[in-house]
C-alpha cells in the first residue's frame, strides 16, 4: 500500500472554495484512477468525483458544476477544487487513489485517512 496524506479540509462560509489535496507519501509512477468520497456520521461514504484513464471525469449531481477534480502524476497528488461550497457540503471527505508503484507493476490501491470539510450558514 502507499500511504496518502490528505490536506486543505477547514471551515468556510457558504459560497467560498476549498481545494483538497491528496498526496502519495512515496515515490509512484502513476495515478490511474483518482476518486474523492465524501461521509456524515450515520450515512453511507458517497463519491463525489472521479478521473479514471484519459482523463475521463465523473461527479455526483450535487458536485457538478461547482467541483473539479485532477491529477498530477509528477507530483503525485490528486486534488479536489471545490466551489460555491453549501452547508449540505459538509462532511469529511476521503480520497482513494490507485495506480502504479513502478513502470514494471506494483499496483497500489489506497485510502487517504479524511479532511474535515465544514461550510457554515
Known amino acids: 500500500q502507499v500511504p496518502l496524506v490528505e490536506s486543505g479540509g477547514g471551515l468556510v462560509q457558504a459560497g467560498g472554495s476549498l481545494r483538497l489535496s491528496c498526496a502519495a507519501s512515496?515515490?509512484?509512477?502513476?495515478?490511474?484512477?483518482a476518486g474523492w468520497y465524501r461521509q456524515v456520521p450515520g450515512k453511507q461514504r458517497e463519491v463525489v468525483a472521479e478521473i479514471t484513464g484519459g482523463d475521463n471525469t465523473n461527479y455526483a449531481d450535487s458536485a457538478k458544476a461547482r467541483f473539479t477534480i485532477s491529477r498530477d502524476a509528477a507530483k503525485k497528488t490528486a486534488y479536489l477544487q471545490m466551489n460555491g461550497l453549501k452547508p449540505e457540503d459538509t462532511a469529511v471527505y476521503y480520497c482513494h487513489l490507485k495506480g502504479r508503484r513502478f513502470t514494471w507493476g506494483s499496483l497500489f490501491d489506497s485510502w487517504g485517512q479524511g479532511t474535515q470539510v465544514t461550510v457554515s450558514s
Open positions: 512515496v515515490n509512484i509512477f502513476s495515478i490511474d484512477v
